[in-house]
């Protein structure tokens, strides 16, 4: 099902408990006002200022407008850069498998010339890097899910255009792929 064609009304209840409308009369509101083809941080001043908004809860709810009603591609966020993301679990401790993204010489033989610099890294847990290329952000964060199991979740921000965004969404899941063979081959190895 496309965005637009979601039912408002579905949706989780904390807006209407956080504002006391839900997303239906919101977007009624947003309708009436003419949010459509205004900019976002006027939309988000309007609705801080004359419906005493959090600013949270109006970037949500102009997020979730744009994407209803067609005017705002799912991934791109309110500066109008896209973010894509992947995941996958694999059947690795979580510290050998941060190992494989963080030491360079071993993300080498799964994520082949790319240039990545380190900005930020909670061991186990997350790294943050500029991506060398063009400047944008990818963020990976790390999670144990059972024993000798672990999950990793790229998240690729700051991206120009869609099309960039669905190839290197693309690229991330077949990345992982990679990842998952090269941790599975060198399992294999060892026993």
Wanted: hydrophobic share 40%; no cysteine; proline share 6%.
């Amino acid at each position: 099902m496309i965005a637009a064609e979601r039912d408002p009304a579905q949706r989780r209840p904390g807006l209407r408990r956080a504002t006391g409308r839900d997303y239906a009369a919101w977007f009624a509101v947003l309708d009436e006002w003419g949010a459509p083809g205004r900019p976002f941080r006027e939309i988000a001043g309007w609705l801080r200022a004359e419906h005493g908004m959090s600013a949270w809860w109006a970037q949500k709810l102009i997020v979730e407008y744009e994407q209803a009603r067609g005017l705002r591609p799912a991934g791109v966020r309110p500066d109008g850069t896209f973010t894509v993301g992947s995941s996958a679990t694999m059947s690795v401790p979580v510290e050998r498998l941060y190992a494989a993204v963080v030491r360079p010489g071993t993300r080498e033989r799964w994520l082949p010339g790319i240039a990545l610099r380190e900005r930020t890294a909670r061991p186990h847990r997350s790294v943050r890097f500029d991506w060398a290329a063009d400047g944008s952000r990818v963020s990976v964060t790390f999670e144990a899910v059972g024993a000798g199991r672990s999950r990793v979740a790229v998240e690729h921000e700051h991206l120009p255009d869609p099309a960039t965004a669905e190839r290197l969404k693309a690229f991330w899941r077949e990345r992982l792929s990679a990842l998952r063979t090269d941790l599975e081959d060198q399992k294999r190895q060892e026993s």
